[in-house]
Every structure is written in C-alpha cells, then in structure tokens.
C-alpha cells in the first residue's frame, strides 16, 4: 500500500499509524507483539497500546563483513535458548568472506545478543508466544536480512500466525518477506528506497535506557 511522500515526524508517530492498519487483531487475547530492538521498540509500544497486546522484544544482529560492518553477511535472532542463523553467502562470497572470519563476527555478536536481552528483558520472562499471532515489528526493512533471521526465530517457538510490521520498506524486502511470513503489512514502500532513516524527520539512534523504559511502560500497562 501506498501513503503520501512524508516523513514520518518520529518512530511513535509511524507506530502509531501503523497500529491504524492492525485493528483487525486489536482486543484478541491471542495476540503478541515483538519488537527488534533497539529501533523497533519505539514503533512497537503504540502498536502495543492499541491492540491491547502485551510487548516483547526479539532480539536480532546483523553479521557485518569484517572491515564492513554496515554491509550484512546474515544476521542471528535469539528463541528461547536457541538462535536462528541466516547467511548472506553471495556477499560471503563475492567479497571472500572466510569461515574462521565469519564465525568470529557470529561469536561476537551472539555475546551482545544474549546481553541485550537480559539487559532490556530485566527480570521479566520471555512471553510465550506458542499458537499464539505474533505481530513482529520494526522501524523499516532495507535488505531485509535481520527480519528473515527473526521471522525464522519466531517460528522455531510454533506460533499461530507470524505477520511483519513496518512503517517503511524496500518494496523487494517486502516481496521476499511475503514469502515467508502469513502475512507482510508496510505502510509505505518508496520507488526510490535509498535507507529506512529516509521516512522519518526524527531518526535519531535509539539507546539501551530508552528500550528498558519502554519496555517497563509495556509491562506495567498490560498489568494494569
């Protein structure tokens, strides 16, 4: 679907209407939804809100290139104890990634998954999410890597349902999604998709704190 060429004034702001296009799973007892942190929480809270769905994080990492970092040769997603590994191997091998190199960015950045999640997560237990709608969210999808491997991750725990949310994306990620999740719901798909820092006027980078706070509203208001 189509919106008019305009930024997004903040991450709240797009989660807010992105959760306009979600009422259909709004005051459903089976529904959860699961944040990539650190951009997607943001997004996700007002989603959260108003479907009356409890908030949970999903914790993935990109594996950057050595001497690349920004340039993705897969991603990790964590699940429970396990974790979902996707791999890139044109870029591993067009750019002649080895195996040693490629397993020490996965030691490296499964050690700062693991500690995000405990960090964010604080002392409240993962929500299980088995038979249930997992609505999986984030800030926007370029490649679309991270998303695959948490797609993956979700479906290692046998949910119900796994629908992908997103303010902004690269309409060939969002093609490819579609092939693997129920359901792919992108407000806003531009012909000229140069990065997901484009839909928003406010693209700052989120922090650790902001997660745990976020997540700590979440927590209190569904208890509430």
Not at 79 to 100: P, Q
Request: contains cysteine.
């Amino acid at each position: 679907m189509r919106r008019a060429r305009r930024p997004y004034p903040d991450r709240e702001a797009a989660g807010r209407e992105l959760a306009g296009q979600l009422t259909a799973y709004a005051g459903r007892s089976d529904v959860v939804v699961l944040a990539l942190p650190r951009g997607g929480v943001p997004v996700a809270l007002p989603v959260a809100r108003a479907l009356g769905a409890p908030l949970d994080i999903l914790v993935v990492r990109k594996l950057g290139v050595p001497g690349q970092p920004e340039l993705a040769m897969g991603a990790i997603a964590g699940f429970a104890e396990g974790v979902e590994v996707v791999r890139n191997d044109r870029v591993i091998s067009a750019l002649h990634v080895c195996d040693h190199q490629v397993e020490a960015v996965h030691r490296t950045e499964l050690a700062e998954l693991r500690r995000r999640e405990l960090a964010y997560r604080e002392d409240r237990p993962a929500i299980p999410v088995r038979s249930r709608v997992v609505i999986v969210v984030d800030d926007g999808l370029a490649t679309g890597s991270t998303m695959t491997a948490a797609v993956a991750a979700a479906r290692h725990q046998q949910p119900g349902r796994v629908v992908v949310a997103v303010p902004i994306g690269a309409a060939d990620a969002c093609a490819v999604l579609r092939q693997l999740a129920d359901e792919v719901v992108c407000l806003w798909t531009p012909r000229s998709f140069g990065a997901v820092g484009q839909g928003y006027l406010d693209f700052r980078a989120v922090q650790d704190d902001e997660v745990r706070a976020l997540l700590g509203a979440a927590a209190n208001h569904t208890a509430g």
